[in-house]
């Protein structure tokens, strides 16, 4: 069953190579975390780092920004969610989606997200 699930979750992680439109090309929703959590044996912070490769690596894609980071908040929500005081998913999401049009409330839930779960830092208010 763990297997299957590790299996599933590496296909899903994989970066898809296609020439296909635009559209096609935005990040793939990421997996649901309880998929992730029995995957990884309950190791959340894993499942966080794997999930943050696989967003630095659609970040870094030559399409990424002529698509609008198209899904990125998807996936910076999910990695926050399973560790909370990762700081620099927080900025990488609240930055380059402010730059996204119709971005700027995505960018805004995710800096929330982040004073939430570090209330004593600075930051996050200063960037919304």
Do not use: C
Request: a negative charge.
């Amino acid at each position: 069953m763990v297997g299957a699930a590790l299996l599933a979750v590496a296909m899903w992680l994989a970066p898809a190579q296609t020439d296909q439109g635009e559209a096609a090309r935005a990040i793939v929703p990421p997996p649901p975390a309880a998929v992730l959590r029995l995957a990884l044996l309950g190791r959340d912070l894993a499942a966080a780092d794997l999930l943050w490769l696989r967003t630095v690596y659609f970040v870094g894609s030559p399409t990424s920004e002529t698509i609008h980071y198209a899904g990125l908040e998807h996936w910076i929500e999910r990695i926050v969610e399973l560790s909370p005081d990762f700081l620099l998913p927080y900025f990488v999401g609240g930055i380059l989606l402010a730059t996204a049009p119709d971005g700027a409330k995505h960018a805004e839930r995710i800096l929330a997200l982040g004073e939430d779960a570090m209330p004593n830092n600075f930051e996050f208010p200063m960037w919304r």
